[in-house]
């Protein structure tokens, strides 16, 4: 819990590798999970590991081969993953590099093999590979408060990290955009997005609301089912509708099994099944196998 609050990814990375659990709640209620998300770096680690299910002394699979008691540890995520033998390691970093903390440089260009990969930890036996989904244009700016606030918590504890930059995963503080801006930008990313060149995506739901509160929601023009969706650089920023069909799909899948039952990270493409107004489509494909946490 304190590695977590003064931000310590190496002090985090020591304790997972010899097994420390993540969801122990302290005496204030308080979870290592929970205060993760004023750390994008430390929110992957501890989301890796919390999804292995590892426990001090417990036997290891070998994410190639599956033999028990695998010793050697993969140093990019912070021990979640573990090899029976330096062999298995090489042969299976093809498929573990796009979700491995030190092979996230250059992801973007294999999010679909990533979104296979994952589906062992995402995506359901319900749902379909792909859904196209309808997506509209964002044009607000969003604001990097989340990385602000946790480097201000970890400069009042008295953290390493503490200062004026917002840590190693840097996304812009803000982009400033008006609809024919974020259009334009839409139209950019969907013409490089191709199936062979995905895009990973972040997908945020609200809360389930209650009856009362959809309709004061409602009534106030705020629409209770529509989800937030952008990738790392906000050159995709746009508003998913989640109260029906394949949108509905991935809210649930979020709710059910993503990030605190509040956000999941998918791969993203636009091909000819995605409609247009002009060059800026109005659909995207998703792979419905999440992905592991991703610092964005």
């Known amino acids: 819990m304190c590695a977590v609050m003064v931000s310590e990814p190496r002090s985090v990375r020591l304790l997972l ?60 995520c912070g021990g979640a993953i573990n090899y029976c033998s330096r062999e298995c390691q090489m042969a299976h970093w093809p498929t573990h590099k796009l979700q491995c903390r030190s092979g996230q440089a250059g992801a973007a260009r294999g999010a679909t093999a990533a979104a296979s990969a994952a ?51 840097k996304p812009p503080a803000t982009l400033a955009r008006d609809r024919h801006s974020g259009a334009k930008l839409l139209a950019q990313v969907a013409a490089r ?42 050159s995709l920023v746009c508003k998913i509708d989640g109260s029906a069909g394949s949108g509905l799909q991935i809210a649930n899948l979020i709710r059910e099994r993503g990030i605190m039952g509040l956000k999941g990270y998918f791969a993203a493409f636009f091909d000819d099944r995605c409609a247009r107004e002009g060059d800026v489509p109005c659909e995207m494909v998703i792979f419905t196998s999440m992905l592991s946490a991703q610092p964005f």
């Open 17 to 76: 590798k010899h097994g420390a659990r993540t969801d122990i709640k302290d005496n204030d209620g308080c979870e290592a999970l929970g205060l993760s998300r004023f750390n994008m770096e430390i929110q992957s680690m501890l989301y890796k590991a919390h999804e292995s299910n590892r426990r001090p002394g417990e036997q290891r699979q070998c994410a190639k081969c599956g033999k028990e008691g695998a010793k050697k540890a993969c140093g990019g």
């Open 119 to 169: 589906g062992c930890s995402g995506g359901s036996p319900e749902l379909p590979h792909e859904v196209v989904v309808p997506i509209k244009v964002e044009s607000r700016a969003l604001l990097n408060t989340q990385a602000t606030f946790g480097n201000t918590m970890a400069r009042f504890a008295g953290g390493s990290n503490a200062g004026p930059r917002l840590g190693k995963h």
């Open 193 to 234: 997005a191709t199936k062979k060149n995905a895009i990973k995506i972040k997908i945020q739901v609200l809360p389930k609301p209650s009856e009362q509160s959809r309709k004061e929601m409602m009534q106030m023009g705020l629409s209770p089912d529509s989800m937030l969706c952008y990738n790392e650089d906000r």
